[in-house]
């Protein structure tokens, strides 16, 4: 069988639906990021097979890009989890709720 | 059509407005990690001065531009008078912004200069996004901006709620750029590129007809479609469109107030240059994939943020909802896809950003210290203690309901009108009952500020000239722009993109 692009398009969707549904079913903040992280990484998936299956160097170097960002996003989710768990205890996302209406 | 040098020279010129914002934030917290203790007025002058600086030469850069749009650093970064007009408007608004935080740092005691700086950095990722020409470029500007303003929204230390807005802002802002950044990977997978110009010719395809006449017309593919599709939605998700809106007023309603008049103004331009631009190079023939489901997001983004907004009690929150509801008046104009519809957007963006930061300052000036209490109560026969506070807030929620002789009235008669001229009359007539529903809830307000007795213990604010000055521009800008739109019309006039 012959690998196309096809196959890591639909291996990066699985992914993708995968980290969604966690972002929206888990209750803990640090896993919800990890969804978030593993979103991304889907999508540099998706990047890099579209990449190769055109023969192109555009989507390998989004791909670095992305990593980046990624890290800057964990530095600041952290910062913030840190700065609420300072002030409460935290055991899931539920607990923060003052602001509702 | 677009004038290209030599790839490889920058035009220093283009970037200038960029330069001066984002060196102009890194600078300030150079100097501030080595002097011991910096005056907190040097920290306003210099943030106000490198925003404003900005503005200047974004408007040297209007007037130098020859051509109808320059690229540079190869193609990435684009200047035409669409990304001028509105770096100006990220500019002025992030000044006024910046005006703003000096009075309620002190205030709130949070010393520090991050706040200024936060907000300069995250304008400078709105400026990218503004003259971005590649979608991986658009993607950093809006990764930029929004890094920023999640810290923003979290500034208030001694506030849970403001960390709260924060967490909230955070996990729904990844949340939504992951869809955008998939949503690029595709139209990249589609058409094999991620630069703008270069997707629009990978898009429209050409043929003769029998009459010897060229017809524009494409084929979409499923990659291109879901690729639009994700790109709207994490647009949609940016300016608070429903159904992604569901952030919103939680996140106004924590965020300390004058972080939420940058994000009112700022990210909300940001989020619809980017959608416009992406829509005008995808061109008119795609109109029929992404004009139906942006008509219905725009109807629900009128209604929903209308109807909710006149159940709240809290006024910071009702004004988050009633900025979902401003978010669907521009979607009017992005809908329509002609270039009146943009110019309506544009002119709508520029002068909402005066009105909304405007109506900001008089809420960070009411609430008081701590930042918390925006209950009805507060603007209680504020007209007998301070008539000009008073009057000037009068003004501005008359021009957010659109009454006339206000910019308001002005902007929402031309999105309404682009959308009638497009044929959307169910569209334009949704548009007009959320307006007069919307109405009722700056009248409550009014009503409460001029015919209620103020409370016994009220006493009077005391007014800062910085916070003073920002709302009486605010209110000069809403009243003569109001009576005299031309000249602001003009220009977005000449600054909308095209719908090819």
New interface residues.
Partial sequence: MELT?MWY?ALSAMV?SI??VG?LIRRN?LI??MC?EL??N??NL??VG??W??N?I??M??VF??LV?AA??VV??L???V??MR??DLAT?DD?????? | MIAQADPTQVDYLILAPLIMMAFGGLLLLTITSLTKRLSSSFVTTWSVAAALGSVAFAVWLWIDLDTLAQVTLSSSIIADKFSVFLTVVIGLSTALALMLTHHYLDREELPGIEMPVLMMLSASGGIIMVMAHDLIVFFLGLETLSMAVYILAAMHRRRFESQEAGMKYFVLGAFSSTFLLYGIALIYGSTGTMNLAEIGRATWLARELADGSIEFYYEPDGLMLGGLALLIVGLAFKVGAVPFHSWTPDVYQGSPTPSVAFMASVVKVAGFAGLLRLLSFLGRPTIDDWGPPLEVIAAATLLVGAFSAIVQTDVKRMLAYSSISHAGFILLGVTAGTDNGVAASLFYLATYSFLVIGTFAVLTLLSGAGDADFSLDRFRGLSRRQPALALALLVLLLAQAGVPLTTGFVAKFEVIGAAVDNGTYWLAIIAMLAAVVAAFLYIKVIVSMFLDEPADDAAAVEVPRLVGAVVAIAAIVTIVFGIFPGPIDDLAREAFVFFI
């Fill in positions: 692009p398009l993708f980290g969604a972002v903040p919800m990021f978030v979103m991304l889907a999508v998706t990047f579209l990449a299956g055109r192109d555009d989507g170097v989004a890009f992305v960002v800057a996003e600041v989710g910062a913030i989890v700065a609420i002030r409460r996302a923060i709720s003052v602001l509702r209406g």
